[in-house]
């Protein structure tokens, strides 16, 4: 257990349809990142906030959101759903800015499929 | 976009035998990080070395960074049948505070062969 937890491990869901994933970062850490993996892409950087903030925004479609709520839990909503938007939706957090970085702490993620 | 870019994109080997694997990035950096995943699992974080280091050691891995040529390399000593993984390597560029997150590139598979 990495410290991360990231809900639900996987999700199958219709063209158009709209679906939420959720993240709690490791104990401390402010920071909050989203990535997303697909096998043609990589790993996708998509947004970052720390303490409730967006700090930096990466390639993340009009169609998703995120936010970051007091408790420093995140939610990344994907609406609209395409069979491209198929991949692994990881979130990672750190103590950046907070204390010097020894890296992020990733979650198990979560496996979406549309159909 | 991607900074980092591994290579080689695949590598086999036999157990036992050292494996190398490289990475080379753009941009000026703070610090470059390499991360091993499962298939299908999360990133586990293996390593992290600053731009005013040249080498890391931590366990059976060593690092290089070679920051004139932008470039570092992830050496696994004694390999087992357990390193079989992605390696991914991750850059944190040089820049503002407000913007810290960390590119990856598009990682190197590697198979241990019993």
């Known amino acids: 257990d990495s410290g991360v937890t990231q809900t639900p491990k996987h999700l199958i869901t219709a063209t158009g349809q709209r679906v939420t994933l959720r993240c709690s970062p490791r104990?401390?850490?402010?920071?909050v990142y989203w990535y997303q993996q697909s096998l043609d892409q990589g790993l996708q950087f998509l947004i970052q906030y720390y303490n409730g903030e967006e700090r930096a925004k990466g390639n993340i479609l009009e169609r998703f959101s995120a936010q970051q709520f007091p408790d420093l839990h995140s939610e990344l909503n994907l609406s609209s759903l395409e069979l491209g938007d198929s991949a692994l939706y990881f979130c990672?957090?750190?103590?950046?800015?907070?204390?010097?970085?020894?890296?992020?702490?990733f979650g198990s993620g979560t496996r979406l499929t549309v159909v | 976009s991607q900074q980092g870019e591994e290579d080689p994109q695949a590598l086999s080997i036999q157990e036992g035998e050292n494996a190398t694997m490289n990475c080379s990035y753009k941009?000026?950096?703070?610090?470059l990080q390499w991360y091993r995943q499962n298939s299908g699992r999360g990133l586990v974080h293996l390593i992290l070395?600053?731009?005013?280091?040249r080498e890391k050691h931590s366990g059976r891995l060593r690092v290089t960074l070679d920051t004139s040529k932008k470039s570092s390399s992830l050496l696994i000593t004694a390999s087992r049948a357990a390193d079989t993984a992605s390696y991914f390597c991750a850059t944190d560029p040089e820049g503002g505070y407000r913007d810290d997150k960390i590119i990856f590139g598009k990682g190197t598979r590697l198979h241990i062969l019993p």
């Open positions: 941009t000026s950096i703070n610090n």
């Open positions: 070395i600053r731009s005013n280091e």
């Open positions: 104990s401390g850490d402010l920071s």
């Open positions: 990672a957090s750190s103590s950046r800015g907070t204390a010097p970085n020894y890296g992020y702490t």
